[in-house]
């Protein structure tokens, strides 16, 4: 007896094209072990007229028969020994596995910074001591004081921001607090932990009915 598990689907044979299904291919596994050309010939023949059935839509095209026996020796992967009408075109791509790209395993020493301000800092030790590089330092604190704010609801100071440039720059970046100028962003909303959002929302709808109730009990002269 064959239980399901014996026959699942992915332990049969892959279909050489799935939009036919499993009895064709079947079918057409059938056709590969009569003993006759002739008949098998005759088969194939039989079935080009059932896919045609199963897939009218080809029908639209001028040379869908054609197409039809080509998708019969896909299914068959070319190996079926027929007197076919046309010409058989092998157009088999063998699938190659693509190399594996691999994970940017480097850690970030300051997750809520983000991995793209090791690169700004990175670029900004390169530079030459200037204005220009001062400049860049300054917009690079200021973004680090604004993310803070914004995921962890802290005012960094200049003196935090200073040692946290040092540390991801491994101290090429040493720079006193007092020398930078930052620019903190009014835009930059507070992310709210989801505890607080649930209590702040059960609030609100404590809030909404006792407005109601109160709209019950108002009367109006």
């Known amino acids: ?46 079935l080009a007229g059932i896919m045609a059935t199963l897939n009218p839509e080809i029908k639209l095209q001028a040379n869908y028969k054609e197409i039809l026996w080509g998708h019969i020796f896909q299914i068959a992967d ?21 190399e594996h790209l691999g994970y940017n395993s480097s850690g970030i020493r300051f997750r809520f910074y983000g991995r793209n301000l090791q690169m700004m800092i990175d670029r900004a030790a390169e530079m030459e001591d200037g204005e220009l590089k001062q400049d860049l330092v300054n917009m690079i604190a200021s973004f680090m004081y604004n993310s803070c704010k914004a995921w962890n609801n802290e005012n960094l100071s200049n003196e935090v921001i200073a040692e946290h440039l040092k540390t991801l720059s491994k101290g090429q970046l040493n720079i006193d607090g007092s020398e930078l100028v930052v620019s903190a962003d009014t835009t930059v909303s507070v992310r709210r932990p989801a505890q ?22 108002y009367r109006r002269f």
């Not at 079926?80 to 596995?97: A, G």
Request: net charge positive; hydrophobic share 20%; charged share 35%.
């Open 78 to 98: 070319y190996d079926l020994d027929v007197d076919c009408p046309y010409e058989i075109v092998r157009d088999k791509k063998e699938f190659v596995r693509p």
């Open 1 to 46: 007896m064959i239980t399901l598990q014996d026959d699942y689907n992915t332990q049969r044979t892959p279909l050489g094209i799935a939009e036919y299904g499993r009895h064709v291919q079947e079918y057409i596994d059938h056709i590969k072990s009569l003993p006759s050309k002739e008949e098998r010939t005759s088969w194939t023949h039989n």
């Open 196 to 217: 607080q959002k649930t209590q702040q929302f059960g609030r609100n709808n404590k809030n909404n009915k006792n407005n109601k109730n109160r709209g019950k009990n």
